[in-house]
């Protein structure tokens, strides 16, 4: 194989999204024992249920009797039933039962592939194997997830741009400056500076050299196995009530090539009556900012053209999105290698 084409799969595995990897694709609330919900990620459609004990069932979004969606259907004693022929199938893929017809022979058949869920902090999160790692490894959770120090709020939203481009606008702390300068709290600090990149244990961090705790100033990006997620601060002033910054965590989860869907918690370090005092104040007053700013960086993006990058002049500021690609590419570059078939093409 040339190392042109080489290039071009490792480029179309960028696109699609990384596989081996844990995604969130739905929040808590949406998943229920009533009905099945269907979800997209990395262009291969899933459907997601609880089960009678409450459990999270992930399979293929693919009924094995006629191939149409399961998530149309119905659940049945904690398994989920086709609406068009009725066939039963359990969490793990095996068809249960064939109503239709006694002693079918699909019955007891593991015929649907089934997924790995991890449902955390009001999102549920489905591992999309690789070759490599057709097994998930233990899923790495940011560490507001874990503290009982951290309170916040899960805001999803459907941005119709490939996921990349919600990376790239992470990676760059400059545009707060510009884009969001009639914000809350965006529109101080300085729209000059120059741009550093850290590089840290498990990622890097990209930030302004000229400025601290004034703006967007930085963002920290980590990779581990098996997942990528990001977190920045909004600095608040006292106004905004207790907890210091506001805290970012960020995972950006492909959907398909042109389509992808941002997971953000907003989080801020409180406990006791400030915690009460800071989720009351951000139901009552923050969140309805927050979504403009959110909403700013979705129609900036999805006014973008599907080849923005081949008109791009990067300049210096542009070091963070540099780095958040060459982090995508590698990571590709591992899922292209990895593949079976990879050489023989």
């Not at 790995?116 to 790495?140: C, W």
């Not at 760059?172 to 529109?187: N, V």
């Not at 009530?241 to 950006?252: C, K, L, S, T």
Request: glycine share 8%; net charge negative; charged share 25%.
């Amino acid at each position: 194989m040339s190392n042109a084409d080489a290039n071009t799969l490792i480029e179309n595995r960028v696109n699609s999204g990384i596989l081996g990897q844990w995604y969130p694709v739905s929040k808590s609330v949406e998943v229920t024992k009533d009905k099945p919900h269907g979800v997209e990620a990395l262009g291969e459609k899933f459907v997601l249920w609880r089960d009678e004990s409450g459990e999270v069932q992930c399979l293929s979004d693919i009924c094995p009797h006629r191939g149409v969606p399961l998530s149309k259907g119905r659940i049945h004693n904690g398994n989920v039933s086709c609406a068009y022929h009725g066939v039963i199938v359990s969490g793990d893929g095996t068809v249960v039962s064939v109503p239709a017809m006694q002693n079918c022979a699909l019955e007891g058949q593991k015929t649907t592939k089934s997924f790995e869920v991890y449902e955390i902090y009001d999102a549920i999160f489905v591992y999309i194997p690789s070759p490599d790692r057709p097994k998930a490894p233990p899923l790495k959770l940011p560490k507001e997830f874990v503290s009982p120090n951290w309170s916040g709020f899960l805001c999803t939203s459907v941005w119709d741009t490939n996921y990349r481009y919600a990376f790239d606008n992470l990676a760059d702390p400059m545009h707060g400056s510009y884009l969001h300068a009639e914000s809350f709290t965006l529109a101080y600090g300085s729209k000059e500076d120059v741009m550093d990149v850290t590089k840290t244990e498990n990622g890097f961090i990209v930030s302004r050299t000229g400025q601290t705790s004034e703006n967007f100033d930085w963002t920290e990006f980590e990779f581990h196995e098996g997942t990528m997620f990001c977190f920045l601060d909004i600095p608040y002033p006292k106004a905004a009530g207790p907890g210091g910054n506001m805290r970012i965590v960020g995972f950006v989860t492909p959907v398909n090539e042109s389509t992808c869907k941002v997971f953000f918690w907003r989080m801020r370090e409180v406990t006791g009556i400030q915690l009460e005092s800071w989720r009351f104040l951000y139901r009552a007053e923050l969140e309805s900012r927050h979504w403009k700013v959110l909403e700013q960086d979705r129609e900036i993006l999805e006014a973008a053209s599907d080849e923005a990058r081949t008109h791009e002049n990067l300049y210096q500021h542009d070091i963070g999105v540099g780095n958040i690609r060459f982090a995508l590419f590698e990571l590709a570059k591992s899922n292209v290698e990895s593949d079976p078939a990879y050489g023989t093409q």
